[in-house]
């Protein structure tokens, strides 16, 4: 299991994402909806506990990614178990995008580029799931 290059990058994955709970995506000033005080600015930070849509889609992603790591026996669940968190972390990025514009000024954070490094071990990890299941399928055919 741990000789095969996608469980480095399953783990990574896992990683990063269990990370992006408290590292922040974005963070900036946002213009409260009170009357009392309609001047001022709050600073706030959007990160994988900013709301229970973000956070439970953080925790599928890590989890996932975790959980596909102990799948190197059935390949195809395996590469299955990738695309879906490939598709939850594209929403999460989505999301994360759709909830800055609620900012009146900010700023990325370094969480951001954990979001995409997530995205890029998981291509890295079908692709080396995708290389073992050829080579499987190669020896299979030579016997």
């Known amino acids: 299991m741990i000789q095969r290059i996608q469980t480095i990058w399953l783990l990574f994955a896992s990683i990063c994402a269990f990370a992006g709970l408290k590292v922040g995506f974005y963070s900036g000033n946002i213009i409260p909806n009170s009357i009392d005080a309609p ?23 890590a989890v996932l990614s975790f959980v596909s790591i102990f799948l190197f026996s059935n390949r195809k669940v395996q590469i299955k178990f ?3 968190t ?6 999460l990025i989505y999301y994360y995008c759709i909830t ?26 079908v692709k080396g799931i ?3 299941k050829k080579i499987v399928a190669e020896s299979d055919r030579l016997r």
Not at 39 to 61: D, F, K, P, Q, R
Not at 86 to 91: I, Y
Not at 103 to 116: A, C, D, M, N, R
């Open 39 to 61: 001047l001022a600015n709050h600073y706030l930070e959007i990160n994988g506990m900013y709301s229970i849509i973000s956070n439970v889609l953080t925790i599928c992603i």
């Open 130 to 132: 995708a290389k073992d």
């Open 100 to 125: 800055t514009k609620l900012f009146k000024e900010g700023s990325f954070s370094i969480g951001s580029s954990l979001q995409l490094l997530i995205i890029i071990f998981l291509l890295l990890a």
């Open 82 to 84: 990738c695309i879906t």
């Open 86 to 91: 490939l598709l939850l972390e594209l929403s």
